[in-house]
C-alpha cells in the first residue's frame, strides 16, 4: 500500500530538499517502511533504526540513561530525545520518533494500552504529540504510524512548504509548584493573547536576555517572588507550538521551579484569578495550547 499521504510528504521533502531518519520502538519499522513505500524516497529518506530495547535507545540514539530511569521508555521526554538522537546520527534535518504501548500486555496504572508519544525535531527545537489508541495491537501499531505521518504532514505544511509563513516568537513558561500541586494562572482580558486561558508564569524572551533570565524576570512581575523565594527544579526542552490563527510558531522554554513560601505570591494585572492544582488535572482546564505537554517536559 502507498498512502496518499506518504506521497505528500515525499513531494514536500523533495520540493524543501529535507532529509528525513526514523527512530521507531512500538511501531517496529512501520513508520520507515510507509515512507520508503514511496518511489524515489531515497531522496530524502536517509535511514532508520528499530530501538526496541531500552539499551539501544540509550547507547545508539543518545536517550539519557537518567531519562530512562525517571520517565519511563514511553513518555514524551524519551520520543524527544529519541527524535533528536536519529537526527543527529543520520545527519537529518528532521528526525522523527514513536515510543509506546501497543498491547495487549505493558500497561501501568498510569500508562495504558495504546498509549504512544511521537517526537519530530528539526533544527534546534523538538515537538512531542501524546495519543491514546483503542485497538488491538496490529491496530495501534498502524494508527500511531499514521498519526506520526500527519503530525509530519502537518509540520511540513506549517514550517517548511512556504504556502504559510509563521512568525517565530521565543517564550518562557515557568510552572511553580508548592507540596505537589502547581500554580496555574488564568489570563485576564487585557493581556494580547489567549484571554481567559489558564497557563503558568509566561512571557517573551526579550533579546539580550537567556530563557533562564527572562524566566527569573517573568517570576518576579507575575507574582513578585524574587529569586530567593524559588529553586530551579528542571529546565525542559523546548516545545514548538504552531497557532494557525495568530498565523504563529511559539517556541516555549520550558521551566520548573519550587516556591519556598506560596504566601507570598502577588499577581499582576495579565492576571485575574490562580488556582494550585495537581499536574493531572491540567486537560480538565482551558489552557493556553499544548500546556500539558510543557509540564511533560519538566515533570
Avoid at 59 to 74: C, D, F, R, S, Y
Amino acid at each position: 500500500m502507498k498512502p496518499q499521504i506518504a506521497e505528500e510528504i515525499g513531494n514536500k521533502l523533495r520540493k524543501s530538499r529535507l532529509t528525513i531518519s526514523v527512530a521507531e520502538s512500538a511501531t517496529g519499522g512501520l513508520i520507515a517502511s510507509l515512507i520508503s513505500d514511496i518511489a524515489g524516497s531515497s531522496d530524502y529518506l536517509r535511514g532508520g533504526i528499530v530501538a526496541y530495547d531500552n539499551q539501544i535507545k540509550e547507547k545508539v540514539l543518545g536517550v539519557a540513561h537518567q531519562t530512562l530511569e525517571k520517565h519511563g521508555a514511553v513518555s514524551c521526554q524519551t520520543a524527544a530525545e529519541m527524535s533528536q538522537g536519529i537526527r543527529k546520527l543520520m545527519e537529518t534535518d528532521i528526525g522523527i520518533s514513536d515510543t509506546g504501548i501497543a498491547g495487549p500486555t505493558g500497561a501501568t496504572p498510569n500508562k495504558p494500552i495504546g498509549l504512544f508519544y511521537f517526537g519530530l525535531s528539526c533544527s534546534d527545537t523538538t515537538h512531542t504529540e501524546r495519543h491514546v489508541f483503542s485497538g488491538n495491537r496490529v491496530e495501534n501499531k498502524q494508527q500511531a504510524a499514521g498519526t506520526v505521518l500527519r503530525m509530519l504532514n502537518s509540520y511540513l505544511d506549517k514550517a517548511c512548504s512556504g504556502t504559510i509563513t509563521l512568525e517565530a516568537k521565543h517564550v518562557v513558561t515557568c510552572f511553580l509548584e508548592y507540596k505537589g500541586k502547581i500554580l496555574l494562572l488564568r489570563r485576564s482580558q487585557r493581556v494580547g493573547t489567549y484571554q481567559g486561558k489558564w497557563a503558568g508564569v509566561s512571557g517573551y524572551i526579550e533579546q539580550g536576555q537567556t530563557s533562564f533570565q527572562q524566566a527569573l524576570r517573568e517570576i518576579e512581575e507575575e507574582t513578585h517572588l524574587i529569586k530567593n523565594d524559588i529553586v530551579l527544579v528542571k529546565e525542559g526542552l523546548p516545545l514548538e507550538v504552531f497557532d494557525k490563527g495568530l498565523s504563529r510558531k511559539w517556541i516555549i522554554h520550558p521551566y520548573r521551579f519550587s516556591v519556598l513560601d506560596p504566601n507570598k505570591i502577588e499577581i499582576d494585572w495579565e492576571h485575574s484569578e490562580t488556582q494550585w492544582i495537581l499536574p493531572r488535572d491540567i486537560e480538565s482546564l482551558s489552557t493556553v495550547p499544548q500546556l500539558k505537554d510543557a509540564w511533560e517536559r519538566v515533570a
